[in-house]
């Protein structure tokens, strides 16, 4: 079986890994240079987009995105998961707000801005402080700004308005303005749905955050109640989608009340220590459920942690001598800020796993590696 | 870092596999089409040997039956491991069992045969029946003969000496004639040697063959002691050879008593189970291994069963929908009784274990699954 994924990063690369075993094909279509792509050789195939949706047997998307054009030809296919119209979702906040309260699930108050008067209204309504986010763009802390007090709005607006001239009439921009809500910690669900509609949902992931950018996640230490909220609020976002394929849901958790912070129409970060933490990793399941096959156990095995790797021009190797430790490296060229690699870290309970998230905070400097020294001690001392 | 591997069969292909994530890009040397190529992807390189020995950081093997020429070049570049001798060990029993002398590792009573006075001298050293094996070809139950009665002998004289006279000067040719003793099952061990000489030896796995041929094995049954005997004889015969990478032995198990049967100097099919019940599988291992990179962990995580799927044209779709279950493809034309690929199931304990295997023996014919219905129902009755 073939199956075409759009985007041609470290997600394909690991759909590809994950998948060549169940007899899967795994090509990318770089849509920047618009070149067919072996997104695990980076060898360039000498075919075109439309030939490849032709051989195809199911398509999906790595990231949201996605020229016009591009999502057109892979959804007149009639192989295209999770499909043009979640991937727009992913890629567009002011859908994804509409999404929410079609389906009921919680999010911060927020206001749609077009112009300066739906801007002032925001600040009146929503109160100060206002996390404010382009709509059509941005990812990773990108495109957002933070207001703290009314003499900052003229300064903001007009970056705002910056943003919302560059949209036209066949694309309009749009931003957000939210409440900004003090929460107590990130978190995030990965799950999957098949096409018959059945779920699976991995375990909730506790995310940190360093300047906007995912820096560690932990999976395996959360209680029932809060694990619920956040299944509840994937089977109503991926049911009302009629979602096929891997979905994550980013949410505050506000006092043991989660309220969405964003979706992700894809395997996503946050789910990256499925690959050593879970029987069937959320690249292969995303791959089961795209091709119609029998999606497999999202169960904990055993806690993991996983740690970004930013920008390093490689992984320490000495991390291969933490017991039950898995470097995972993209073969990509070294830039600064870039998703490099990740560290995977598994034991036979949390407090096996922060000794050896100490073992690695020895290893990986404090700057470059945020928040794995702080992160042992909390799961030691637990 | 460039891998290259002898032999382009499954067994390369897993290796890649289980190493890309690790910076590590694999291709693969065909002895028989003298081609390098691609073992997940099948592309052909049009590069030769000597290019490919050049580039590559290290070599290893797939399998023992290599032809002299190709064994000298890449010993000669001094980063083949396990190296041209422990192969060549895999692939001469005569050389097996000196070894096996050598290192003090017990096997059942055996004579080496050259001509008739020798076979003659056997019957009656070692008495009937016994098992005779060809020294330098023969895998799989083949190049093997039974002699269980006195007036037989002539007949397998006749087919022995055939082989024999094969051999020449250069390369001679000679016959193993071992006691046969009655054992109770058969295990193997896998476990893999570092440069420093450090040993991780994964637990021992009971193999289930017809036809010569593996069919089942489970990991995670069994007692602390036989487990001793097995890690002893694998770190005295990794240590005799200086041994870096993979190593595979398989036993009788005689009344809790192992003898061993055969060294295999690689990655194993009866530590396919590793990918899933591991945290570190054989084929990561053996590359950490063979590119100095720290060995990872060989405790089993969950009790893990391993299926052969032989001559299947594919793998039942439906085993996926089998709890902790994976199936792994090898991408091969379809030919009667050859290896086409296996499934692993996992399980919290044994017991859960068995209920899973009788799901598998329902989707499984017995005549091309054998053992699977067998083995579920030992495992729930204990």
Known sequence: MKVLVLGAGQLARMMSLASTHLGIDVLAYDVSSKQVINPVTFEVKHTTLEQEVEQAYAITAEFEHIPEDVLNVCQQSGKFYPGAESISIGGDRSKEKALLDNAKVPCAPYALITEKSAFIEAIEKLGL?????????????????RLKSA???????????????????????SIIAEKMIP?????????????????????????QHTNGV???????????????????????????????????????DV???????????????????????????????????????????????????????????????????VADCTSHWYGKEAKPGRKMGHINVSAANLHQLGERLAELAEMLPEEDYPGVSETSHALILN
Request: aromatic content about 8%; hydrophobic content about 40%.
């Open 129 to 145: 402080p206002l996390v404010i986010k382009t709509c059509q763009a941005g990812y990773d802390g990108k495109g957002q700004w």
């Open 151 to 173: 003499e900052d709005a003229e300064q903001v607006w007009s970056e705002m308005k910056g943003f919302l001239d560059t949209g036209t009439e066949a694309a309009p921009h």
């Open 183 to 207: 929460f107590d910690r990130e978190v995030s669900i990965i799950g999957v749905r098949d096409k018959d509609g059945k779920c699976k949902v991995y375990p909730l992931t506790e995310n």
């Open 214 to 252: 995912l820096t560690l996640s932990i999976a395996g230490k959360e209680k029932a109640a809060i694990q619920a909220q956040a299944e509840a609020a994937f089977e109503n976002l991926a049911s009302e989608l009629n979602y096929v394929g891997v979905l994550a849901i980013e949410f505050f």
């Open 255 to 321: 006092d043991g009340k989660l309220l969405v912070n964003e979706i992700a129409p894809r395997v996503h970060n946050s789910g990256h220590w499925t690959q050593q933490g879970a029987h069937t990793s959320q690249f292969e399941n995303h791959m089961r459920a795209i091709t119609g096959l029998p999606i497999g156990s999202t169960q904990l095995v055993r806690p993991t942690a996983m740690v970004n790797v930013l920008g390093q021009p490689s992984i320490p190797q000495a991390v291969l001598s």
